[in-house]
């Protein structure tokens, strides 16, 4: 049992509209990072937050944002969205900074833009 | 830069014979190497993990992979399918800017025919 959560499951937006996912980290856990996983491929390294300040980005848009709030639950932010922008969105939250092997993982959500 | 060739995208097997996912690397340093598992609409579960110990790593269910240097290679292998470990496998590398970032390969479906 991970205890990560991630919400919504599924979304569906519209070119050029904005998303926010949350994440709730697993209890205990001040560190939290975001993958993109687009269909038929591995997840992607967005960015990672720890006590609440970006701590790491990858290749990713600055249109592609974050926080992570006192509690370690977080959000991921997309401002104008585009259609290469549908995929399954997957957090993991660590208990501890720079320690791959302990990043659990969400279920996902699954965004869709048309 | 760190990257990882999942050589299979497709593997398929009989229920109780054995299995075998390959995965090479390319690394400039020695870096932690992973295999995770993914179930649909679940989280990805850690299976195992290479941090310069022991090259030949046991894992949960019944899985193992061996870290071989002189090859850059890490396959998983497994005795013996079960119909349950029919998922989509993803071999892992750490970054090398930071061990925190995971670059996931872009996956093998198992599939496990009865």
């Known amino acids: 049992e991970t205890g990560v959560t991630q919400s919504p499951t599924h979304l569906i937006k519209t070119r050029g509209q904005q998303v926010t996912l949350r994440c709730s980290s697993q209890?205990?856990?001040?560190?939290v990072s975001w993958y993109q996983q687009a269909l038929g491929q591995g997840p992607q390294f967005i960015f990672q937050?720890?006590?609440?300040?970006?701590?790491g980005r990858g290749n990713f848009p600055p249109r592609f944002s974050g926080l992570q709030f006192p509690n370690y639950s977080s959000e991921l932010n997309v401002n104008a969205l585009e259609l290469d922008d549908s995929a399954l969105y997957l957090c993991?939250?660590?208990?501890?900074?720079?320690?791959?092997?302990?990043?659990?993982f969400g279920p996902g959500t699954r965004l869709t833009v048309l | 830069a760190q990257s990882v060739t999942q050589l299979d995208s497709h593997v398929s097997v009989s229920e109780g014979t054995p299995v075998l996912l390959r995965c090479n690397y390319s690394?400039?340093?020695?870096?932690?190497l992973f295999w995770y598992v993914q179930h649909p609409n679940k989280g990805l579960q850690l299976l195992l993990k290479?941090?310069?110990?022991?090259?030949l790593v046991k894992g949960i269910n019944g899985f193992e992979a061996e870290f071989k240097k002189s090859e850059t290679s890490f396959h998983l292998t497994k005795p013996s399918a079960h119909m349950s470990d029919a998922a989509e496998y993803f071999c892992?590398?750490?970054?090398?800017?930071?061990?925190?970032?995971?670059?996931f390969g872009s996956g093998t479906r198992l599939l496990v025919r009865p």
């Open positions: 993991a939250s660590s208990p501890r900074l720079s320690t791959p092997d302990t990043q659990y």
């Open positions: 209890s205990g856990h001040n560190t």
């Open positions: 937050y720890y006590r609440e300040e970006e701590n």
């Open positions: 690394s400039s340093y020695s870096p932690s």
């Open positions: 290479y941090t310069s110990a022991a090259t």
């Open positions: 892992v590398v750490t970054g090398e800017d930071s061990s925190y970032k995971l670059i």
